[in-house]
């Protein structure tokens, strides 16, 4: 019988991706995750021995803890941190049952750039529609929840890279970004390692309005709309920004479970 207390693999991996997801802290050894150096999507490492850095980084806020196996240190975390009124539950299994269950993807931990005052720091063109809306929504869902974009003139994202330790993306020239036929968001699926069925769908999408291939998917022509609309509608980067991680959050749901309803009138009106 499950612990009231403990989440499966398949109940966790149904909530990845998600914004009401859970925060997910990874609290294994280092020695241990040396051993097998991957994330669950959108872990973020923390000492076990800094339970109250950990209470100030989570804020109240819901999580799942893991460890390698799931047994003394996450069970143990998520223990004290339910003492303490936060809703915490322990991994079944930790890494190594996320590991071995067919379909769960994991963050290749090397990918992801070094923290800047805690967070990932990015930097891309002003005036984004699809690839610059497109990646930090991958990134603040399934890398880094507390990732940080900052949107600057073309010609200034190298020396804003360079001045503060962003990482550049979507620009000709840098490692994140378009490669052949194929754009940012691919790009950042192969290196992050991200593969599945639901992202590779989406990426078709995002691909085919990105780089004006609309035959790759019918939905890539709406894509294409409702971001040009939403960069007409905001004059904030940032509050455009907010507004098309939702439009992603939809979307990737389409994408995950929702390809095969359709909609008619009358509703009873056979197809």
Request: aromatic letters at 8%; glycine letters at 8%.
């Amino acid at each position: 019988m499950a612990a009231p207390n403990e989440i499966t693999v398949p109940q966790l991996l149904r909530l990845i991706g998600l914004p009401d997801a859970p925060l997910i802290v990874d609290i294994s050894i280092d020695t241990d995750f040396a051993d097998d150096p991957f994330l669950i999507p959108a872990a973020f490492r923390h000492p076990h021995t800094d339970l109250n850095g950990l209470k100030t980084r989570l804020a109240g806020r819901p999580c799942v803890v893991t460890c390698q196996k799931g047994i003394k240190l996450s069970q143990g975390m998520a223990a004290r941190l339910r003492c303490d009124g936060i809703h915490a539950e322990y991994l079944q299994g930790g890494n190594y049952g996320w590991r071995d269950h067919a379909g769960a993807p994991r963050v290749t931990a090397s990918a992801i750039p070094p923290l800047v005052d805690g967070a990932t720091l990015w930097v891309t063109r002003h005036r984004p529609k699809i690839d610059r809306i497109a990646c930090p929504w991958l990134i603040r869902r399934f890398v880094d929840r507390d990732a940080r974009v900052l949107f600057v003139s073309p010609t200034e994202v190298a020396g804003v890279a360079e001045r503060y330790g962003a990482t550049p993306f979507d620009m000709e020239g840098v490692f994140w970004s378009h490669r052949e036929d194929h754009c940012t968001f691919d790009t950042m699926l192969t290196e992050f390692g991200l593969q599945t069925p639901a992202l590779a769908q989406l990426a078709t999408v995002i691909r085919a309005a990105d780089t004006n291939a609309h035959d790759l998917a019918p939905q890539a022509a709406g894509l294409l709309a409702l971001s040009v609309g939403l960069s007409r509608q905001y004059r904030s980067d940032d509050a455009q920004l907010e507004a098309g991680l939702s439009m992603y959050d939809a979307l990737y749901r389409w994408a995950r479970d929702g390809q095969d309803e359709g909609h008619d009138w009358p509703a009873e009106r056979k197809s």
